[in-house]
């Protein structure tokens, strides 16, 4: 294909995306897509295990024909590299989500998921129990992420209250606590740490899916699934946002409920991914872009095609980091920006050229 | 009936904003709310539209309170379109017009031929149906104006409140402007700089001043250079040489 008919291709992909007929159509091609990605992840690597192997060991365990694999192999499937497929389309769904949601909530181009200070919270927790022990053994890594997350949300969110509430505040009150807590991570690790759990905290800080199981799956999908029935049914409330919150209560909504719903359900669905697989950077800031440019500002659209947008990324993104230098892994934070800054290059460059002005009002 | 406010206050650091204002638009008429900055006008709008609760006193539509009606319920009679609105998102006009369907969707429900015609109906009368598809960043700030008020049509109101709709605009787009406004078949209450506007556009002005009601009638009655010099601290002279009569100002230096 020359680079003028991909160019032409790409952007009657994005009319038909911006018009209603489309929309059933993306749906269906874009979960094909995911799932043809999680298989085809899968058989990627060393073990030679194909695409059709993997079907089969699934309808095995769910109780169907036996797959006739060795139970080796078996295992490598299901015990690893599903779960971590599955873990990475629910991350990358999520993280994408919450970024767009964000975006549009605190009308900043620039917001993510981890701009309320969560991610921050979640590596102060994670180094307090790894590091300096907290919990004495019995506190998992997840479960300080987890606890250091919810209570940067909470300080973050008191102060936004305190000093008044409004869009500004809330993300100033975000940067506040974000910084805070970043400098708190890297004092404890600075006084405390040695080599080895340096390099296990820096890992785990730059995002991995390398030691997942199905309870973390279980434990995200749940909150990944409320969090889009949450945001889906407020779709029209995040299209009221966009000429800013007093134009949006004129438009019947209850400002002060929805952002605060918002807030909450994006910081608790972040706590949740951050906890199992640390903070993945690049997704949940960019792909929101990415699925705007293809279906267009509409929330109800948006925020559906952003979450199967970021799923199917952040598959791709785990498998290059599992293989591109195998056998040594690369954190999955570092191939994300890799893989997917030179394809939103290309993204911005079409928008200038082939669509309608990408918007001056920005920031 | 219709939008009412009865004597109702708003304040604001401990600083009377509005003072017991009452204001009984005629239904199907445009009120203009004249007054210098500072004065309330905006505060008596946001209070109307219901998206601030008065300190005393009650706003009502139909007769209800609007707190009682709900902020959806509220939205579906009464639009708003603000002396300037900006946004970051990529949207076309259909788009910003489409924004006024929302008050009438539920939570779930996709947009319905209803949703369609109604944003089919307010481009039309605003005359951009051949817009509909351009983005809202490459058009000029009175089509902004007049996407706002499409999208508040869209709302099928039977109160139009706006704020300043003129402001940034030249003089012939703030005669289209207001003349869309008066020929739209809803009751309207616009906050205004321009007297002379005012005085030919609206059936019925009300003068604010430190957020009190000072004079309130037909443009002829109210605006008369005692007023003008007393309100705004200005010398003035008022014929009746404007439209149809009516009052038309000219200021005088110092």
Known sequence: MTASSGAAALSAVVRAGRTGRGAAVYGVVGLALLALSIAAAISIGQAGIGVLDVWRVVVERLGGAESGLSPIREGIVWELRLPRALLAAVCGAGLALCGAVLQSLLRNPLADPFVLGVSSGASTGAVCVVVLGVGGGALSLSAGAFAGAVLSFGLVLLLAHTSGGTTDRVLLSGIAGMQFFSALTSLVVFLSADANQTKAVLFWLLGSLGSVGWTEVALCSAALGAALAVCLARAGALDAFAFGPEAAAALGVSVQRVRMALLLVTALVTAALVSASGAIGFVGLVLPHAARAVVGPGHRRLLPATALLGAVFLVWADTAARTLLAPRELPVGVATALVGVPGFVVLLHRRRGGLAGAGGGGV | ?254
């Open chain 2, 1 to 254: 009936m219709s939008l009412r406010a009865e004597r109702v206050a708003w304040r604001a650091a401990g600083r009377l904003v509005l003072d017991g204002v009452s204001l009984c638009p005629e239904p199907g008429t445009t009120v203009g709310l004249l007054g210098p900055n500072g004065s309330g006008k905006s505060t008596l709008l946001r209070l109307l539209a219901g998206v601030r609760p008065t300190a005393s006193g009650v706003v009502t539509l139909d007769g209800v309170p609007l707190p009682e009606l709900g902020r959806k319920a509220v939205a579906r009679r009464v639009a708003v379109v603000e002396q300037h609105a900006e946004t970051g998102a990529d949207l076309t006009v259909r788009d910003v017009v489409r924004l006024g369907r929302i008050p009438h969707r539920g939570a779930w429900s996709a947009p319905g031929a209803a949703d369609e015609a109604a944003v089919r109906d307010a481009l039309e009368r605003t005359r951009l149906t051949e817009r509909a598809a351009q983005s809202w960043h490459t058009l000029s700030g009175g089509e902004r104006q007049r996407a706002q008020i499409a999208r508040a049509l869209a709302q099928r109101p039977s109160e139009l409140l706006l704020d300043e709709p003129t402001n940034h605009l030249d003089i012939q787009h703030q005669l289209a402007l207001l003349a869309l406004v008066v020929r739209t078949p809803v009751t309207s209450v616009i906050a205004l700089h321009d007297l002379n506007l005012a005085a030919m556009f609206c059936d019925h002005v009300a003068v604010l001043r430190h957020g009190r009601v000072v004079a309130a009638g037909a443009p002829g009655a109210v605006l008369t250079e005692e007023l003008i010099g007393d309100v705004y601290g200005v010398r003035s002279v008022v014929t009746a040489e404007g439209p149809g009569g009516r009052p038309s100002v000219r200021f005088l230096p110092g």
